[in-house]
Nanobody, 114 residues
Framework: VQLQASGGGSVQAGGSLRLSCAAS????????MGWYRQAPGKQRELVAL???????NYADAVKGRFTISRDNAKNTISLQMNSLKPEDTAVYYC?????????WGQGTQVTVSS
């Protein structure tokens, strides 16, 4: 199952963006799906996870500002990002994992200017 991320862009601090990740098959193929990000010169880090049962986990840096959701009918997950900060600037990747798959989307750039 392949993943396609979209929705990145450039915003000013305090603005909002919504990222989407579309799966080529059923997202129930994955036990857990999530968003990761990688800033220049830094390691890739977890942003948010959502399991097939709806369990959600956020990185401390984004709690209260970002919301992850899933649409099972459309085979997509989304990341609503509010109150964006310059330190949120990164390439964002969606991921889906199961005992069979460890799939990554191609990444989408998010740039937040101060």
């Amino acid at each position: 199952v392949q993943l396609q991320a979209s929705g990145g862009g450039s915003v000013q601090a305090g603005g909002s963006l919504r990222l989407s990740c579309a799966a080529s098959g059923s997202i129930f193929s994955f036990v857990v799906m999530g968003w990761y990000r990688q800033a220049p010169g830094k390691q890739r880090e977890l942003v948010a996870l959502i399991s097939s049962r709806g369990y959600i986990n956020y990185a401390d840096a984004v709690k209260g500002r970002f919301t992850i959701s899933r649409d099972n009918a459309k085979n997509t997950i989304s990341l609503q990002m509010n109150s964006l900060k310059p330190e949120d600037t990164a390439v964002y990747y969606c991921n889906g994992r199961s005992s069979v798959y460890d799939s990554w989307g191609q990444g989408t750039q998010v740039t937040v200017s101060s």
